[in-house]
C-alpha cells in the first residue's frame, strides 16, 4: 500500500511553543490530506481537511488560528499547533487521500506532550 | 447525517476466529473499511468493501456485509496474539469532502 510518513513522532514542548507536524505521501500525490485528534482509549477526531494549494476546511469547533494547517505541494501538509498549552496534549495524526478518493493512508501519528 | 457504531471489545483465545461487528446508518452507495491500531501507531488499512459486494476475503481476514441490515463484520481466522489492538470501522462521506466517519473501535484482545 502507500505510504504516508509523519515526522515528527514524539515531540515535548514547553507551553507558549508553537510545535509543527509534517504529513508527507512519499509514494503518491495527494491532493487532499487530513488531521485527526485522538485522546486517549477514544476514536478518531476529524481536525481538518487540508486541500494542495487552497485553505484548509476546519470542523466545527477547531480554532484555525491555534491549528494552522499548509498545504503546499501535493506530497507535503503541515499542521502548526501554535501557543501550545498542556490542554493540547495529544495524539495527531495525518491521512493521505489516493487520487481515486476512495482510500485513506495514515501516518504513524506524532504524540504531543506540552507541559 | 452518516453515523458508524461497534461493540467496545472482544477477548479470544489464540487460534479461535474472531468477530467484530458494525452497524452504519448511511443507506446509499458507499465504501466501508476496516483500520487496525496498535499503540501508539497509525491506522493500517486492513481491507475494504464497495456495497454493491456481499463478502470479501483476503487471506485471513473476510468482511462480511448485510446491506439490509446496515451491517459489517470483520471475521479474523485463527487469531494470533499480534492480532491485539484496536480495529475502527470506518465509512466514507458521500459528499465531496471524503471524509472518513469512524466507529468507536472494538479493542480485540487475543489470550495465549
Known amino acids: 500500500g502507500a505510504v504516508v510518513s509523519q515526522h515528527p513522532s514524539r515531540v515535548i514542548c514547553k507551553s507558549g511553543t508553537s510545535v509543527k507536524i509534517e504529513c508527507r505521501s512519499l509514494d503518491f500525490q495527494a491532493t487532499t490530506m487530513f488531521w485527526y485528534r485522538q485522546f486517549p482509549k477514544k476514536s478518531l477526531m476529524l481536525m481538518a481537511t487540508?486541500?494542495?494549494?487552497?485553505?484548509?476546511?476546519?470542523e466545527q469547533g477547531v480554532e484555525k488560528d491555534k491549528f494552522l494547517i499548509n498545504h503546499a505541494s501535493l506530497t507535503l501538509s503541515t499542521l502548526t499547533v501554535t501557543s501550545a498549552h498542556p490542554e493540547d496534549s495529544s495524539f495527531y495524526i495525518c491521512s493521505a487521500r489516493d487520487r481515486e478518493g476512495v482510500i485513506q493512508y495514515f501516518g504513524a501519528g506524532t504524540r504531543l506532550s506540552v507541559l | 447525517g452518516e453515523d458508524v457504531e461497534q461493540s467496545l471489545f472482544l477477548s479470544v483465545r489464540e487460534g479461535d476466529s474472531s468477530v467484530i461487528n458494525c452497524t452504519y446508518t448511511d443507506s446509499s452507495s458507499t465504501y466501508l473499511y476496516w483500520y487496525k491500531q496498535e499503540p501508539g501507531a497509525g491506522l493500517q488499512l486492513l481491507t475494504y468493501?464497495?456495497?454493491?459486494?456481499d463478502m470479501k476475503q483476503d487471506q485471513r481476514l473476510t468482511v462480511l456485509l448485510n446491506k439490509k441490515d446496515k451491517h459489517l463484520s470483520l471475521r479474523i481466522a485463527d487469531t494470533q496474539t499480534g492480532d491485539s489492538a484496536i480495529y475502527f470501522c470506518a465509512e466514507i462521506a458521500l459528499d465531496s469532502s471524503y471524509k472518513l466517519i469512524f466507529g468507536s473501535g472494538t479493542r480485540l484482545l487475543v489470550r495465549p
Open positions: 487540508s486541500n494542495e494549494g487552497s485553505k484548509a476546511t476546519y
Open positions: 468493501i464497495f456495497s454493491n459486494m
